[in-house]
């Protein structure tokens, strides 16, 4: 058992192996497994860390980090998902553009023609379970 909040690390990792962006997110509300408050941090020290440890791992596309953040702020890794995760939309919303970058990188396009713009601001994410009602 490791003490310490859990975070999640999205990434988008190109063929080449690089990480062309990354979003920290605090998981502030878990339920059944899923994130339903979230909300994005800026740590250059963890984005560097975890910057590593990705490239390290020789992965490409969208990855999702699971890491516990001890308040010594060392970073254990928990697990390593290579897809889009359910709290992916609040780092597209930080600037992550996995979805355009992956199909810009399937077209063959030059990803250096398309910058990552973090957001400079902190998002929060709140998942609400609603209904929608339509007459047919």
């Known amino acids: 058992y490791i003490e310490g909040k859990e975070i999640s690390i999205d990434a988008w ?3 080449e192996n690089k990480v062309k962006g990354l979003i920290l997110r605090t998981r502030d509300k878990i339920i059944d497994g ?9 740590d250059e020290n963890i984005e560097k ?3 590593n440890i ?4 020789k992965l490409s596309g969208p990855i999702v980090l699971q890491a516990i953040l001890t308040p010594e702020n060392k970073l254990f890794i928990i697990e390593c998902n290579t897809r889009f995760g359910g709290g992916s939309t609040t780092s597209i919303q930080a600037g992550l553009d996995s979805f355009y970058w992956s ?9 250096n023609n398309y910058d990552f713009h973090k957001s400079k601001v ?3 994410k709140i998942r609400i379970p609603y209904d929608i009602y339509l007459n047919t």
């Open 13 to 15: 990792i190109d063929k």
């Open 122 to 124: 902190n998002i929060r």
């Open 49 to 51: 860390k975890a910057t």
């Open 54 to 57: 990705l490239e390290s791992l």
């Open 34 to 42: 899923e994130s339903k408050i979230s909300t994005t941090f800026i």
């Open 103 to 111: 199909i810009l990188e399937i077209q063959g396009e030059d990803l």
